[in-house]
């Protein structure tokens, strides 16, 4: 019996969903070493466009995973568990890329952060309130703040290479970022609101 749900779980772990997933987190550091080398490393302009390939390659993923589970009824826990940890391991370790390499700057600094620190707020709120045996769904807006976050980075990674191709792909990728954090915000509170009560009902008893 043992052997057999061994085996089960193996199955469920190496499912095509989460060997999506799996390479959504093998691209970051494809994606952090190209910017590096081209913006630290003063590398040719081409590698921009290869961290941005990849980067899409790695967006696209973030949707199949999602979509082969459902039509192949392929859910695990495992799945469920590393799916937004490998989302949020992707943004956050391409913002930090962007503002070591000065695309993110100044008061755009503050975009950043906000979505950072919303990220963790929501994971330790999932965390605390899995505990509790509660789940927090993911919200129609907050799915569009994320198409939005990966859009805001994509541009941000073609960076000056994007500026020769597309005037003010730069300022694009900023002003979306700002429009993505200022959602953030309101799907940070919005999340903390709907889990709040039970924190509260949790430390009355």
């Not at 790695?58 to 979509?67: E, I, Q």
């Not at 707020?121 to 965390?127: A, C, I, K, P, T």
């Not at 709907?194 to 430390?203: K, P, R």
């Amino acid at each position: 019996m043992n052997s057999v749900s061994t085996r089960t779980t193996a199955k469920h772990t190496y499912s095509l969903p989460n060997l999506l997933t799996f390479a959504r987190i093998a691209a970051i550091p494809v994606v952090v070493g190209c910017v590096f080398a081209q913006s630290i490393q003063d590398g040719p302009l081409w590698l921009r466009w290869v961290a941005l390939a990849v980067f899409v390659m790695a967006a696209v993923t973030d949707f199949l995973d999602g979509y082969y589970a459902r039509i192949w009824d392929q859910h695990s826990a495992f799945g469920r568990m590393l799916d937004p940890i490998a989302d949020k391991l992707l943004v956050a370790s391409c913002l930090l890329m962007l503002a070591a390499d000065g695309i993110i700057h100044g008061w755009t600094l503050w975009a950043a952060i906000v979505i950072l620190c919303r990220e963790i707020l929501v994971s330790g709120l999932r965390e605390y309130l899995a505990a509790l045996r509660v789940s927090v769904p993911v919200t129609r807006l907050a799915k569009w703040k994320t198409t939005i976050q990966l859009i805001a980075i994509g541009f941000l990674l073609a960076g000056e290479a994007g500026d020769q191709v597309l005037p003010f792909n730069t300022q694009i990728g900023l002003l979306l970022l700002w429009i993505s954090a200022l959602i953030t915000m309101y799907t940070g509170y919005d999340y903390f609101r709907a889990g709040i009560h039970h924190l509260i009902e949790e430390d009355a008893a």
